[in-house]
T-cell receptor, first 112, second 111 residues
Framework: ETGVTQTPRHLVMGMTNKKSLKCEQH?????MYWYKQSAKKPLELMFVYNFKEQTENNSVPSRFSPECPNSSHLFLHLHTLQPEDSALYLC???????????FGPGTRLTVL | EDQVTQSPEALRLQEGESSSLNCSYTVSGLRGLFWYRQDPGKGPEFLFTLYSAGEEKEKERLKATLTKKESFLHITAPKPEDSATYLCAVSVRGGSEKLVFGKGTKLTVNP
């Protein structure tokens, strides 16, 4: 789905690094989401933003910090991560909350 | 607790051998059921949304159906390019924007 882009596609970071993931949607949607996908587990919702307001934080550790400056852009700021945070991080958007979600290609994160 | 279970976990088919994937759900009130296809290392690609029991949707070799307790994704005469992991998710009536996902069915179609 080229309507949602994510950068970078791959990221390797040490436990003391600070990095950010970026997501941009070109679909005119109002809601954006961050998901974590680990091997052998269902997709886990992390954060939801609706009209730039955070409406859900699914008990995510504070080392993950989201930012939504407008309805087209979403960031996930990372700091002092743990090796178990290594996963595929997916961004999604929808026309409004509870509607069909469209996903980006994901960022493959490896924490050393 | 809202729950989605997909079966089988993995399925191997020969090219042209039709089959079905199952998604059973337990929710307080279903708002919508979603099917996605995911290729390795990529994001899920939207396939179908179903809203009410009895509803059916088709796209090429795929057909999704919905009952009050489960959904089926029927694959007719599959081709090797249909190989992927198929994900099922539900949204709950009156709930948040959260989608509850199953673990997926990994489909392999051999030529």
């Amino acid at each position: 789905e080229t309507g949602v882009t994510q950068t970078p596609r791959h990221l390797v970071m040490g436990m003391t690094n600070k990095k950010s993931l970026k997501c941009e949607q070109h679909l005119g949607h109002n809601a954006m989401y961050w998901y974590k996908q680990s091997a052998k587990k269902p997709l886990e919702l992390m954060f939801v933003y609706n009209f730039k307001e955070q409406t859900e934080n699914n008990s995510v550790p504070s080392r993950f910090s989201p930012e939504c400056p407008n309805s087209s852009h979403l960031f996930l700021h990372l700091h002092t991560l743990q090796p178990e945070d290594s996963a595929l991080y997916l961004c999604a958007s929808s026309q409004e909350g509870r509607d069909t979600q469209y996903f980006g290609p994901g960022t493959r994160l490896t924490v050393l | 607790e809202d729950q989605v279970t997909q079966s089988p976990e993995a399925l191997r088919l020969q090219e042209g051998e039709s089959s079905s994937l199952n998604c059973s759900y337990t929710v307080s009130g279903l708002r919508g059921l979603f099917w996605y296809r995911q290729d390795p290392g990529k994001g899920p690609e939207f396939l179908f949304t179903l809203y009410s029991a009895g509803e059916e949707k088709e796209k090429e070799r795929l057909k999704a159906t919905l009952t009050k307790k489960e959904s089926f994704l029927h694959i007719t005469a599959p081709k090797p390019e249909d190989s992927a992991t198929y994900l099922c998710a539900v949204s709950v009536r009156g709930g948040s924007e959260k989608l509850v996902f199953g673990k997926g069915t990994k489909l392999t179609v051999n030529p």
